[in-house]
């Protein structure tokens, strides 16, 4: 081929045109549009028009190459998981019904600390396939093992994440492989995975800062990221404020008067581009710094309800905080639906305020909240809202497409409270990122389900194996 004819066949590739029409589209824009039955253009990676679908029709049908009738269907902005554990999915199962320490020291770190660059990749893939499936097309990974792994993945499978790696510097009790990092050495592989693997795969991958926890970090790693992360303009990622004890660690070691988030605005930590993950345990001044600041927090329903305790979410969002959503790991969750987040954020948060003000409160955080915290927040979150987080035009074409017409979300009186109070992730049929279809019809595009699930059972097996975990036997088994 003619250097000439590449180039050629390139911009053909960029003027591609896709036109979805027949839906309602829930927007997510600034003015909160949804249109009844609307039309949709997308231009190589990009949406280039959305409106009515009689308008869209008559300006752009017989410019386009794919002309899509998704009459019935309901389309979503890209959903965002902020919180991810990507290296944990193997690890599903390990650590029920465990206590805190057990879940850390006997199975996470073990499990973690034994986990190959391959194991990795596969652990990736098969959470990936998970998140598609629930409409996932942008995550932010909390920090794990093998960024290369992770990379090679989120490459393949089409999707778009904030990659970090698994952070610690200091801490009783590590994995030996762990303790023997400097403070020099983490900081040093992530700039090295930054430059490796920042704005690559189209310009779906980033390289995040990632710090696990205070409990193993010092204040040096702390001052270090925070500056590293300025210079290269990107998020600094961090479990922040998960238990009690942690509050109290930090106010005994760091003498401040309360816990993790009034030590690191002492240390002047608290940033924009910092994702607080959990943020359970902040009491009313520690939301004003988060509020000032411009800090970014993740909640993950699920999780903090087995493991943590009710996070102020009403008050975060009631002080202008970005509050997001996120499934945490698979051993902490075990589902890795946002879909059942939304569900679970709602509900949890609408119950809470009987610890507030002794009754439920039905109001509270209500469907079109619940959307927008998995979508434009989540997208404020990741520090990535000017390409995605709604439907407008100019934005990356990230979409999902819904289908209501079965038994969890029939009939259809108001379509915002069905897509948060009964859609399924089995309502989810197809998924598109960055402009191509990454799901369609429930099929996974550019893996094979089947062979990532064997990889995934025959993967999980060794490495459980290799980090010497037994789990106790549950009931009789005969
Ligand atoms: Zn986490």
Known sequence: MEPGEKKKEKEEEKMVMTVL??????????????????????????????????????????????????????????LINTHVHTSQQLGRGIADDVDLMTWLHDRIWPYESNMTEHDSYISTLLCGIELIHSGVTCFAEAGGQHVSGMARAISLLGMRACLAESIMDSGNGLPSSWAART????????????????????????????????????????????????????????????????????MDVHKVNHGTVTYL????????????????????????????????????????????????????????????????GAPSNNRMSIVDEMYLASLINKGREVYNSGNTDPTALPAETILRMATANGAKSVLWDDEIGSLAVGKKADIVVVNPWSWPMVPVHDWVSNIVYCMRTENVVSVMCNGLWIMKDKKIMNVDEEEVILNAKEASAELVKRAGITLPTRMNVI
């Not at 309602?24 to 409106?51: P, S, Y």
């Not at 980033?206 to 210079?231: H, K, P, Y």
């Not at 329903?301 to 945490?328: H, K, N, Q, W, Y």
């Open 21 to 78: 029409h027949g839906a309602v589209i829930i927007t997510m824009d600034d003015q909160n549009r949804v249109f009844k039955d609307g039309g949709l253009v997308i231009e190589h990676d990009t949406i280039k028009a959305i409106g009515h679908s009689s308008q869209i029709l008559a300006q752009f049908s017989h410019l386009a190459h794919h002309l899509v009738d998704l009459t019935g269907h309901i389309l979503l902005p890209g």
């Open 265 to 328: 605005e002492k240390i002047d930590f608290l940033q924009k581009n910092l994702l607080a993950a959990h943020s359970v345990w902040l009491h009313d001044n520690e939301i004003s710094l988060f509020s000032r600041a411009g800090v970014k927090v993740s909640h993950c329903p699920a999780s903090a309800m087995r493991m943590l305790g009710f996070a102020p979410v009403r008050e975060m969002l009631g002080a202008g905080i970005c509050v997001s959503l996120g499934t945490d």
């Open 183 to 250: 403070t020099h050495d983490c900081l040093q592989s992530q700039k090295d995975n930054y430059n490796k693997y920042h704005n690559t795969a189209d310009g779906r991958i980033r390289v995040w800062f990632g710090i696990r926890q205070i409990m193993n970090s010092s204040q040096q790693l702390l001052l270090e990221t925070r500056d590293a992360a300025a210079q290269l303009r990107t998020g600094i990622h961090m479990h922040v404020a998960e238990i009690p004890y942690e509050n109290q660690l930090v």
